[in-house]
């Protein structure tokens, strides 16, 4: 199962948190800042999946790798947009390379709901981010993976808000967040 | 309606928006904790007001805010009323809240209890939708149980949005509570037999089929056929991609399976363009055991090599890493099962290593750690001791910052997030630099897998010894103190950790390996050295490794070069030490190597020998009474008794009269007698772990029995009894001289080092040894091998560093150890209690075992010791973590239970399912642990009851007013106080005890065929020819709560 869903930024400030598990506030910031730590250092060119940051590595069983447990979270995924990290927690029940897909369909669903997504658009409508997500996850399984469902889905708990009008589009993150770009299985 | 939240703007000016509230924080550059603090001030009593509007705005403020790592656990009373608001736009800011910052021990919930029922039976999909989402975040066994009977319903709700949800949000409710399964399980296996079904619901099953496969496979057996005709026929990737996982835990029960499954999976991989589908397959394939022999031998090879030739194509393209990953996944499930398909990939696993991804690195080492045998240790520890000495190095000549830790994103700073889009930080090109984590995690590595099965594949222990020296100055240094208070999870090492263990290793080479024991003595002295010269002049010394080495230059000090120099060096580290433990190991060890260098007995005690003994204790007294207040009782209790034996000593030398050319004059007893029996006796040898436990229990053993029924007597005239002398002599021979051998076992503790046609050495395609090991350590090693060499004729002088690394460790062993090494010799005693009094004549078998040792055989590794019937297997008792017994199972799945974000799902495992209903019902732990269940859910409605009246009470005395509302709640909460209950709030009483009968009505229903509405005929049908016994006490239970209330 996706343990948590994790958006920040390149500074490492959260624009969503989701914990499919309840996790205390405090802890939950040092699990983002020690994910950012290791996200932040990867080099280019690197793999989507972080090794374990030392909080879950402590406390799971990570150096037994011949005995794995599916209720420990064994993986973590993440995929690079323009500004944004999007993290993904799961067990090793979870496909790796669908997460990454799936990180995908998130995003393109959130680029259809605000047209041209940007991080501005996340600060400030984080409630519509949190629409999205519950329209793909819900308790840590994935119940959808249709972009137009997604969408729809959200829609039909009310308008979208567009980006206020008099805020400028601070760092345009051309062509939205940069979807689609190096990242796309095909025939997925 | 929309639900922007800066458009239902509250009615005064003065209140912010969240719009406010982040404009704010972004035009307050610099002082925005101040700013944030009156946020939270202002969030605080608007949060309070009565005006619904306000309280939402407020709320979702304080949402963001969390976001941040600003509690809001305070406001959860709040998040209930928002959450109970008529409006859904505020609504859905309510249940945000509750998903955001509820816990279960959020009191607040049961409160909740009855909000959540109403709307999960309200008639907009999307307000139903909204408990149904939030539950699986709070969601506890008794709200399970009381939510049960309002969500089952939903499962054949018309719009497929809510059946999908609902089905998953069932299985978060099974996970704390498995009887909700029993109820929900024939409605979700309908779902999924019905081919009309929407196929996002049918996904949705079938990834919740996944999540449960793992814990209870068999029940889903049964489904086979289904599942397999969607994979064949659905056509969607996602799920192929479940159903797969799924399988591949149904096949290892059901063999017939992996034969039906093949022809698909093959096409698929042959077929697929989807790269995530068909590595999916190919893991299915391994993980499913279909790999493994059967009848169908050639297919399976077939399939075998299409697998893992597809798995080494995904990690030979380059430019894809993720590929790369997610391969070198798959080939460590493999490696499981067939070490040897995996071992055919060496060569690009083993580039792996040295890949500039940390992810990919780890996991190769993974791998390579199960691959490990006599032919590459040494090939990949040097790639490893490779990668340490650079990164290593390149630490020194970087600024002393290594871990690029970033700005700290727990402070809410809001700045500047548009105006820098290239976060991309660091030399791209270069690795990064390792963090200390990845250090350890490699040392560990590095020592495991030499120390493996007793060493057994490590064939050059000089070699190993000049690791480990490396080793000790490359491991990270340990973290303040301070620092590891503020992590509170026990990690299974902590940082300073492993250079202990890198010392312990030494010392288990010098206790294991006598041939080598020497070399191992000395390369302790130079650590010991070493640490005390690379700590900079006014620190101490943290490295952990100190006290495991002091320990080998104490105890085996009579294979010291130059013990003087030796008990100088420890003296000197006595007085750099700051942690108690190494103190008493480098105290005791003093001690040892000073009694070694006073005590001899035969030279005669001279004025020279005289004047320098007493300097010596004087300089060893003087560093130990600083000690003698030392806050730790171990080391103070050792300063005291070290310092007083010798003022002691020291009293009786200085009044020895020296001998002179004429009168010999034997050294003072004291020195030579007293002290030196205080360290020497038997020899000490490892034992195994369990082997205390193996130690027979006598015949007859009754601890309560008294000893001696005259004891009192004995005791008060113990006094004028004299003791014999010679019964003291008995005491002193068994406990101060060695015991005649009494069987000498040359366990041919690796058959395999004998082997000595593989001779390795020397041609290694790999980094020689100038690459990993310091510049000192290897001119040792050099010196080494020209002074062993000096005397073989067959050896052709030095003629260049070149032939280095290429000298036969055979000859390097002969050498050191004299041509003719009898491996008898040493003896090996074997702690055997039976034993001990019979006597010494071999056994006829051991001794023929004797008689043949291998030809080559050079080195003798003591096996650890034991007793009894898990003699055999000691090599594995070696390693205490493969130490599988019940107590050591229960603790891994306690510290299972701890760890973050894991779902503990213990208790579905127990949960019968597809089986017979009756069985069920017969079952007497089953029942017991329904009624525990059914009572503990009684307790909690209680509860719940007297909450409510209290927070009814709450709500109507103090609202808008007690600002510390919830908390008088909760106070007030745990005092039973009845008369107060009986007094008001007759419908709450009514709706708890609704509460109750209700989920009675569902536990009946298990045993009957469950018919769609919630009527009483069902209930009555089943209590007909149902269970009798525990049904009665289920009823018995809500009559006494209506009794009482």
């Not at chain 2, 297919?299 to 990690?315: Q, Y």
């Not at chain 2, 010991?528 to 943290?542: E, K, W």
């Not at chain 2, 040892?592 to 004047?611: N, Y």
């Amino acid at each position: 199962m996706i343990n948590a869903v994790l958006v920040f930024n390149g500074q490492g400030q959260p624009r969503l948190t989701k914990f499919y598990t309840q996790l205390d506030t405090s802890i939950q910031q040092r699990l983002i800042s020690e994910i950012f730590t290791l996200v932040s250092n990867r080099p280019s060119g690197a793999c989507n999946f972080l090794p374990l940051p030392p909080l879950l590595a402590a406390s799971g069983t990570s150096h037994s790798s011949s005995e794995p447990h599916n209720d420990v979270p064994s993986l973590v995924t993440y995929r690079n947009y323009a500004t944004l990290y999007f993290i993904v927690i799961s067990t090793s029940t979870e496909s790796p390379l669908a997460l990454l897909d799936l990180i995908q369909v998130y995003v393109e669903s959130l680029d259809k709901l605000f047209e041209n997504v940007c991080e501005l658009d996340l600060i400030f409508n984080f409630e519509t981010l949190h629409a999205a997500l519950s329209e793909m996850i819900v308790g840590g399984v994935v119940i959808e993976t249709n972009l137009d469902r997604i969408v729809s889905g959200v829609k039909a708990q009310g308008t979208v808000a567009k980006r206020p009008v008099n805020e400028s589009r601070g760092g345009t993150l051309g062509g939205g967040l940069g979807m689609g770009g190096t990242f796309a299985w095909p025939g997925r | 309606m929309g639900f922007i939240p800066w458009a239902t703007s509250p009615s005064s000016t003065f209140e912010k928006s969240l719009y406010d509230l982040i404009r704010g924080l972004r035009n307050h550059k610099g002082n925005e904790r101040e700013y944030l603090q009156n946020c939270l001030k202002e969030c605080r009593s608007e949060v309070r007001s009565q005006d619904l509007d306000l309280k939402a705005t407020a709320l979702l403020k304080l949402i963001y805010l969390e976001m941040f790592g600003h509690d809001m656990s305070w406001a959860a009373f709040n998040v209930l009323e928002v959450m109970a608001s008529p409006k859904y736009h505020q609504k859905r800011v309510g249940y945000l809240g509750a998903i955001q910052s509820f816990r279960t021990d959020t009191e607040v919930l049961m409160l909740a209890t009855n909000l959540l029922k109403k709307d999960l039976t309200a008639a907009s999909t999307t307000t139903i939708a909204l408990p149904i989402v939030t539950l699986p975040h709070v969601i506890t066994p008794s709200l399970a149980l009381s939510v049960l009977p309002d969500l089952l319903p939903r499962l054949s709700h018309t719009h497929p949005a809510v059946r999908k949800k609902t089905i998953v949000t069932l299985y978060r409710l099974a996970l704390v509570y498995p009887e909700t399964l029993r109820a929900a399980w024939p409605k979700i296996k309908e779902r999924l037999m019905d081919k009309a079904e929407d196929p996002s619901v049918t996904a949705a099953i079938v990834n919740v089929i996944c999540e449960l496969g793992w814990r209870r496979p068999h029940d889903f057996l049964p489904l086979a056929p289904r599942l397999f005709e969607l994979l064949v026929d659905s056509g969607n990737n996602w799920m192929a991609i479940k159903l797969i996982k799924l399988f591949a835990t149904l096949t290892p029960l059901e063999p017939r399976l992996a034969r039906k499954l093949l022809p698909p999976l093959t096409e698929i991989i042959r077929t697929t363009p989807a790269m995530s589908l068909l590595y999916e397959c190919i893991n299915g394939i391994i993980q499913g055991g279909i790999l493994g022999s059967g009848d169908d031998a050639d297919g399976r090879e077939e399939i075998a090599t299409l697998c893992v030739n597809k798995l080494r194509s995904m990690i030979m393209i380059d430019g894809d890493a993720n590929l790369k990953y997610v391969a070198l996944l798959a080939f460590n499930k493999i490696v499981i099962t067939h070490p040897w398909l995996v071992a055919q990939q060496e060569d690009v696993i083993l580039e792996c290593i040295d890949s500039t991804d940390i992810s990919i690195r780890i996991k190769a080492l993974d791998l390579v750690q199960g691959m490990v045998d006599n032919d590459n240790l040494v090939s990949i520890v040097s790639r490893l001791m490779r990668q340490l000495k650079l990164a290593s190095s390149r630490d020194r000549r970087v600024a002393p910052n290594p871990s690029g830790a970033g700005p700290s994103p727990g402070d809410s700073d809001e700045d500047d997030f548009e105006g820098t889009i290239s976060p991309a930080q660091g030399t791209a090109d270069q690795a990064p630099p390792l963090p200390d984590d990845y250090k350890t995690d490699v040392i560990n590595r590095i020592l495991d897998m030499c120390s493996q099965n007793n060493y057994g594949f490590l064939d050059d222990f000089e070699w190993y010894i000049d690791i480990l020296s490396q080793l000790v100055r490359t491991a990270p240094l340990p973290r303040q103190i301070n620092d590891t208070e503020t992590s509170p999870p026990p990690g299974k090492y902590r940082i300073g950790d492993i250079s202990e263990k890198i010392g312990n290793e030494v010392r288990n080479i010098a206790v294991k390996v006598q041939a080598i024991r020497s070399a191992c003595v000395q390369a302790a002295e130079e650590i010991a050295t070493q640490l005390n010269r690379d700590t900079a002049g006014g620190h101490s010394i943290v490295s952990g490794a100190m006290s495991p080495v002091a320990w080998v230059i104490g105890e085996f000090a009579s294979e010291l070069s130059a013990p003087e120099d030796s008990l100088g060096l420890l003296l000197r580290l006595i007085s750099r030490i700051s942690s108690p433990e190494p103190l008493a190991a480098c105290l005791q060890a003093a001690m040892k190597v000073f009694s070694l260098v006073a005590g001899d007995q035969l030279a005669s005690w001279t004025a020279e020998r005289k004047s320098k003994i007493l300097l010596l204790m004087a300089r060893i007294v003087h560093t130990c009474e600083p000690l003698a207040l030392h806050p730790n009782l171990e080391v103070q209790e050792r300063a005291v008794e070290f310092a007083e034996l010798l003022k002691l000593t020291a009293e009786a030398a200085s009044g020895q009269e020296t001998s002179t050319d004429t009168l010999h004059q034997d050294p003072p007893l004291l020195l030579t007698q007293a002290m030196p029996l205080l360290f020497a006796g038997w020899e000490l040898h490892s034992v195994a772990l369990g082997a205390q436990k193996n130690v027979p229990l006598p015949d007859g053993l009754d601890l309560d029995e008294p000893i001696n029924p005259n004891l009192n007597y004995l005791l008060s005239s113990a006094d004028s009894i004299p003791i014999p002398a010679d019964e003291e002599d008995e005491f002193e021979t068994y406990y101060n001289q060695r015991p005649p051998p009494t069987s000498i076992v040359s366990e041919p503790a690796i058959n395999r080092l004998a082997d000595g046609r593989n001779e390795v050495a020397g041609s290694y395609q790999q980094p020689i040894e100038e690459t990993y090991l310091d510049a000192d350590i290897l001119a040792k090693r050099k010196a080494e091998r020209s002074e062993k060499n000096r005397d073989d004729p067959f050896y052709i002088g030095e003629p260049s560093s070149i032939h280095r690394s290429s000298t036969p460790i055979h000859n390097i062993l002969q050498n050191s150890n004299g041509p003719d090494l009898d491996v008898d010799s040493i003896p090996i005693m074997e702690l055997d209690l039976n034993r001990l009094s019979a006597d010494v004549n071999k056994s006829p078998a051991q001794a023929s075992k004797r008689t043949k040792p291998k030809p080559r055989q050079k080195i003798v590794i003591a096996a650890d010791e034991n007793l009894g019937n898990s003699g055999q297997s000691t090599p594995r008792n070696y390693d205490s973590e493969n130490n599988s017994d019940s107590n050591a199972a229960k603790a891994r799945a306690r510290k299972l239970k701890q760890s973050f974000l894991a779902v503990d799902s213990t208790n579905i495992g127990a949960l019968n399912l597809e089986g017979d209903p009756d069985s069920g019902a017969y079952d007497p732990e089953t029942q017991q642990r329904e009624e525990a269940e059914m009572a503990r859910a009684v307790k909690e409605v209680e509860r719940l009851r007297l909450e409510m009246q209290r927070a009814n009470e709450r709500i109507q005395v103090a609202q808008g007013v007690d600002a510390a509302g919830t908390v008088v709640v909760r106070k007030k909460a745990k005092k039973p106080s009845k008369a107060m209950v009986a007094g008001d709030g007759d419908q709450n009483e009514a709706a708890a005890e609704a509460d109750v009968v209700k989920p009675a009505k569902k536990k009946k229903k298990k045993v009957a065929p469950i018919d769609d509405g919630d009527g009483d005929g069902g209930a009555a049908s089943a209590e007909s020819q149902g269970v009798v016994k525990p049904k009665k006490k289920k009823k018995a239970k809500p009559a006494e709560i209506q009794e009482t209330a």
